[in-house]
């Protein structure tokens, strides 16, 4: 039971093959001064990008389920030009991390994502979390809540029970990707997800096929868990989300979060980072250099 619950590629062959198509487009889209390096953890060794300026509290990015750092290859740049950046290849998604141990929930996760800040000598962050992503930042600021500076949410997991009509949005975007890239470019408008018209994304998503992922599906954090985050909080929300009805979760977060600013993006749905980059870059920076100005 224990190995069915830990991810992996089906064979090294594939892996290595998934690698390939990641490190070109490392290569290609993120800013040159990259450094990259391994880290020990209980669940398994961690891939990081570090970037940016060399000064300042950190911005930690943590991606999306089936993610890892290219995900954000349209942010990196223009985030390093503001402050130093990490970007984390989870343990248990496909990148360049190797899991090594179960994740039971999401303390693991929390945990994990301490092991790898102290490993980086990181004390403090401003930590930017997309869906997943989101979810483990706000798991890892009831697990240390004097380490985050800052959290940023981009349409996160754990607010509502994963509805049947998401699940279809991520098969159907799954299928779509396998289609040819005209045919594929023209999906993503009916489906409302950009990320179908991202080849560099779609290239490494062909290349996923034979990755099994076996992490827990977050459950919806309560109201006491969200009062208990007591770290300054943006969450930005797609208008047309496919993972809930981002109007009522804007209401609940403004309604519980302390130090909370909700802000829902029109237009965007579950694909909020690629529908609008910008937007997200600079609202991300805006924030952190508010909060930091406050302190």
């Known amino acids: 039971m224990t190995e069915q619950r830990i991810s992996a590629f089906t064979s090294d062959r594939a892996r290595a093959a998934y690698l390939a198509v990641y490190t070109r487009g490392l290569d290609r889209l993120w800013p040159v001064d990259r450094q990259s390096l391994d880290v020990a953890t209980s669940l398994g060794p961690t891939r990081v990008h570090r970037t940016g300026r060399g000064d300042g509290v950190p911005v930690v990015l943590l991606p999306g389920a089936g993610g890892n750092s290219l995900s954000w290859h349209r942010h990196v740049a223009r985030l390093g030009e503001a402050v130093p950046v990490v970007a984390v290849d989870p343990v248990g998604e496909p ?6 141990a179960p994740v039971g929930d999401g303390r693991d996760l929390a945990r994990w994502l301490d092991e790898v800040l102290t490993a980086l000598g990181i004390e403090r962050a401003h930590l930017v979390g997309c869906s997943y992503g989101g979810w483990i930042a706000v798991r890892h600021a ?7 500076a800052t959290i940023t949410l981009l349409d996160p997991a754990g607010f509502g029970r994963i509805t049947g ?23 993503a408008r009916w489906l409302r997800n950009a990320t179908l018209r991202d080849d560099d994304l779609m290239r490494l998503a062909a290349a996923t096929m034979r990755f099994r992922r076996r992490l827990p599906t977050p459950p919806t954090l309560t109201d006491a868990e969200l009062r208990a985050v007591t770290v300054p909080t943006l969450v930005l929300l797609g208008e047309r989300s496919q993972m ?22 029109p237009g965007a749905g579950h694909d909020l980072p690629l529908h609008s980059p910008d937007l997200v870059t600079e609202r991300t920076i805006a924030f952190i250099g508010q909060t930091e100005a406050l302190a």
């Open 95 to 100: 990148g360049g991390s190797d899991q090594r």
């Open 142 to 148: 009831l697990h240390a809540p004097n380490r985050a």
């Open 165 to 187: 009509r998401f699940l279809f949005w991520v098969i159907a975007g799954g299928l779509a990707g396998l289609t040819p890239a005209p045919l594929r470019r023209r999906l």
């Open 244 to 265: 809930y009805d981002a109007g009522q979760v804007a209401d609940r977060l403004r309604r519980l979060l302390p130090d909370g600013r909700v802000e829902v993006v």
